[in-house]
């Protein structure tokens, strides 16, 4: 910007030198489209640096959300790492338990062979009629019992064991696999960050080769005004008619000054009235100038810069109209009442199976499109007919607002 400022001074003081020649109508008229040119290569100039001007605050969050992500991806690995650290204990536990059941197994195998071997596969009635004298029944009968009752607390003691072996290895399976799952999300968006980063560097550096040549432009336009000024005071009439009239012509130029911003395309909002409009449009001020980091929206510094995971965008949305919902995808996929896909309509949140089952939300806009923050994006419309969000949508809909 400062640039563009000294090159305005300085062709504000060329032109102001030339209004003070002597210039013949031919030179003046001359001068005038030369001025034209550098007034028309100041706007682009303008339009330029208001870009670049975007782009470096759009790279700035990138990075703040680069680092940011990168935080929250040490931390998961520090999870997985005690997790596995878990795995491995409960393994040794549940390895201990295996030896405990088996060894409990065999016992069971050798009472049952005892008993059958010394008449226990028989009736009670048997065990009475069987006995040779009323010593021997009693010994029977206890012996009966002592066994059974034995092995009955063996048995539930086995059970117990195998039921709470299989919910170990359920509750370590489960916890390591979202773990790795949400590792890899990360690691995903993390990726797409840099690669939009390193796209949006590319275009600034687009930016800065534009600028240079409009300010070249504008300096060679000026070098063409001092050349006719200096031939015109040559040739000049020293009546002061002459140079008056010469003086008005090089005044009738103006300057644009460096701070006319650069027209942008927006997206139009979806029409609609009370809450409902609120909602959906609440977020279309961040498209463009927003980044998506993992746990961002819950706060006003984040919201002020435009830092959204995706739940965190919908739960502030909403919260525009005055409607509370949670900032979680698996508070929000039990919200509201639940729909039909066909019968969705603007304002309705809407699903998408990606690194999990319902792992993003949006807020649905209407013609197959929905506004969310993205990990490639952050906040932006996307197409839900075709591509990955096509595929990913699961179907569930969900009316908060009716």
């Not at 931390?75 to 491995?88: F, G, K």
């Not at 201990?96 to 059958?116: D, G, H, N, P, W």
Request: charged content about 20%; some cysteine; hydrophobic content about 40%.
């Amino acid at each position: 910007m400062l640039k563009t400022k000294l090159v305005t001074i300085s062709t504000t003081f060329m032109l102001g030198m030339g209004s003070l020649l002597a210039v013949p109508a031919v030179k003046a008229d001359t001068i005038d489209s030369i001025k034209t040119e550098i007034s028309e290569a100041q706007k682009e100039l303008s339009s330029i640096q208001t870009q670049k001007a975007d782009l470096e605050a759009q790279i700035a969050r990138m990075e703040q959300a680069i680092k940011d992500n990168s935080v929250k991806i040490e931390e998961t690995n520090i999870q997985m790492a005690e997790t596995q650290a878990e795995v491995d204990r409960l393994n040794s536990e549940i390895s201990v338990m295996e030896q405990r059941i088996a060894s409990r197994t065999e016992i069971l195998k050798e009472r049952a062979v005892s008993f059958q071997e010394n008449g226990g596969n028989i009736s009670y009635i048997e065990v009475i009629l069987g006995s040779k004298s009323f010593s021997d029944f009693i010994d029977r009968i206890g012996a009966v019992v002592t066994i059974v009752e034995a092995d009955q607390g063996m048995i539930q003691d086995h059970a117990n064991d195998k039921k709470e072996l299989e919910e170990m290895q359920a509750s370590v399976g489960k916890k390591l696999s979202d773990l790795t799952a949400l590792k890899t999300e990360l690691e995903g968006m993390q990726m797409q960050t840099e690669e939009q980063k390193a796209q949006n560097e590319a275009l600034k550096a687009q930016l800065d080769s534009k600028e240079s040549g409009k300010l070249a432009d504008i300096a060679n336009y000026q070098e063409q005004i001092a050349e006719l000024q200096a031939a015109a005071l040559a040739a000049a009439n020293s009546s002061s008619a002459s140079a008056s009239a010469a003086q008005g012509n090089v005044n009738a130029g103006t300057t644009v000054s460096a701070g006319t911003a650069a027209s942008t395309g927006s997206a139009t909002p979806v029409s609609g009235s009370g809450s409902l409009s609120t909602v959906i449009n609440a977020g279309y001020k961040y498209i463009g100038n927003s980044v998506y980091v993992f746990g961002g929206g819950r706060n006003a510094s984040d919201i002020a810069n435009g830092r959204f995971d995706c739940s965190g965008f919908v739960s502030w949305a909403f919260a525009q109209a005055g409607v509370k919902v949670g900032a979680s995808t698996e508070v929000l996929k039990s919200t509201g009442t639940r729909v039909s896909a066909s019968e969705m309509r603007p304002g309705d949140m809407v699903f998408f199976n990606t690194y999990k089952t319902d792992g993003h939300v949006g807020i649905y806009i209407g013609g197959g499109k929905f506004i969310g923050s993205q990990s490639s994006t952050g906040v932006a419309i996307a197409d839900m007919t075709s591509g990955y969000w096509a595929q990913t949508f699961n179907g569930r809909v969900m009316r908060v607002i009716n």
